[in-house]
């Protein structure tokens, strides 16, 4: 399948859809302490800070979902998974959970961009499909703001 395609396939082969390499969507209420970075780096391994694409479960829990954007928040010390937040270019009325962090190459039309904070996935770098884009500091520390203000995420854990 061309990598165009997974993007309109809800069924997709995106490496993240399946065991054992497949993005969950977690509590975040429940994670601990996180330590969140922005450590992006241009070597085409992921790392906190950057938007890489993988297979995102529906809110349903019916297993189906989308191969979309995702943006790292942190990576786990132990595990090497990372947690993350869906992006989306579709702008909703439910303003405290959408965080704009604009337009960006990661969206082929330049669209503008929100973050979606109130579903945190883990991810693990196996089921990621392809490297994206580091996303801008000053975004990134916008988007953590709102996810350490709302889950009371602190410390250096995760």
Do not use: C
């Amino acid at each position: 399948m061309a990598e165009h395609e997974y993007e309109n396939d809800q069924w997709g082969n995106s490496p993240g859809r399946f065991p054992p390499f497949d993005t969950v969507e977690i509590d975040p209420h429940k994670i601990g302490a996180v330590h969140t970075e922005w450590a992006p780096e241009e070597d085409h391994l992921p790392d906190p800070g950057e938007i890489v694409w993988t297979w995102v479960p529906y809110e349903e829990h019916d297993g189906r979902g989308k191969d979309r954007p995702v943006l790292l928040v942190a990576r786990g010390k132990a595990t090497g998974n990372f947690l993350a937040v869906k992006l989306t270019s579709k702008r909703h009325g439910d303003a405290e959970n959408w965080v704009s962090i604009g337009t960006g190459g990661w969206d082929r039309d330049a669209r503008e961009s929100w973050a979606v904070i109130d579903r945190v996935v883990r991810v693990h770098p196996e089921g990621i499909r392809r490297e994206g884009h580091a996303l801008d500091r000053d975004d990134f520390d916008n988007v953590i703001g709102h996810l350490h203000k709302r889950f009371g995420w602190t410390g250096e854990g995760y």
